[in-house]
Each structure stands twice: as structure tokens, then as C-alpha cells.
């Protein structure tokens, strides 16, 4: 379905963070909130960091 990775590395090390789905329902709990959360705006927001 999804796959995400960050790398970050310096000489002689790598650290490596991953992110995998494999199906679309581990989604719907942030599209309930976003719903929720957008329907009780007045404004324009502008970032999600506002929604959160």
C-alpha cells in the first residue's frame, strides 16, 4: 500500500526509520479527525499542526 523511510547517517553509521501499510483502513482514524476537525472551522487554516 504505502512505504515511507528516512535515512540519516554520518561516517560509518546509518539509521534508518521505516514506515509500512498494507491496507487502507489504518488510515481512516486520521480522516475521522480531519472531518471532525474541519467541519467545526470558521477561518482558513493554514497547516496541520493547527488541526492537531
Known amino acids: 500500500m504505502a512505504h515511507q523511510e528516512v535515512i540519516f547517517g554520518a561516517p560509518g553509521q546509518i539509521y534508518t526509520l521505516r514506515h509500512d ?5 489504518c488510515y481512516m482514524p486520521g480522516v475521522l479527525l480531519a472531518i471532525r476537525k474541519v467541519l467545526g472551522l470558521k477561518n482558513l487554516v493554514y497547516g496541520l499542526e ?3
Open 21 to 25: 501499510t498494507s491496507d487502507r483502513v
Open 50 to 52: 493547527k488541526l492537531l
